[in-house]
């Protein structure tokens, strides 16, 4: 009999040896502090340096008013950044939430202007509702400015539990959620 390789698993466990699935993961990228633009690349551009992710398409720039922020806060410019990568979803929250803080972002405010925002939307097939770890991301789909871009690059995904990325862009209110001529860059 011929093993034939399994197409969903590209690497080991080095310690274990066991298989570790790829997985179709969506991380939201938003900035509402400095230089907007620069700050959703370094996202792109620090999510992406590693060789357990493996970039696969990066949404146009679109800007948002806040959401569920302080009066006065900037709007947003926002993307989504979807890869394969055979990491856990645990692991994919420490690396966004480091690449965060590596961009100045404090939360020295609740909900207040970030210089760099990213959120885990979903990872595969994956569910988690840890304590701080929800996946896919609990309010992805009210969510406009999250959709809306998710949908240019990735309409098909199928988000556990609550369907087509493509029909849950559909059923949302697009109001304030502007597409710019903007655009962000996968590392090469």
Request: charged share 25%; glycine share 6%.
């Amino acid at each position: 009999m011929t093993n034939v390789p399994n197409p969903n698993v590209v690497d080991a466990d080095t310690l274990t040896g066991d298989l570790r699935p790829l997985r179709r993961t969506a991380f939201a990228l938003g900035s509402n502090l400095g230089d907007r633009l620069e700050f959703l690349q370094a996202a792109v551009d620090t999510l992406t340096d590693s060789s357990e992710i493996v970039p696969v398409a990066v949404s146009p720039v679109y800007e948002s008013e806040p959401v569920d922020t302080p009066d006065g806060s900037p709007n947003f410019f926002n993307a989504v950044l979807v890869v394969d990568t055979t990491l856990s979803p645990r692991s994919l929250m420490e690396r966004a939430q480091s690449t965060e803080t590596a961009y100045g972002r404090t939360r020295d405010v609740p909900n207040g202007p970030r210089t760099l925002d990213i959120d885990v939307l979903a990872v595969g097939d994956v569910t988690s509702d840890d304590d701080d770890l929800h996946v896919p991301h609990p309010r992805l789909a009210e969510r406009a400015f999250v959709l809306i871009p998710w949908a240019d690059v990735d309409p098909d995904f199928a988000v556990p539990g609550l369907g087509r990325v493509v029909e849950l862009s559909s059923a949302v209110d697009a109001t304030g959620v502007r597409r710019l001529d903007e655009a962000l860059e996968i590392p090469a």
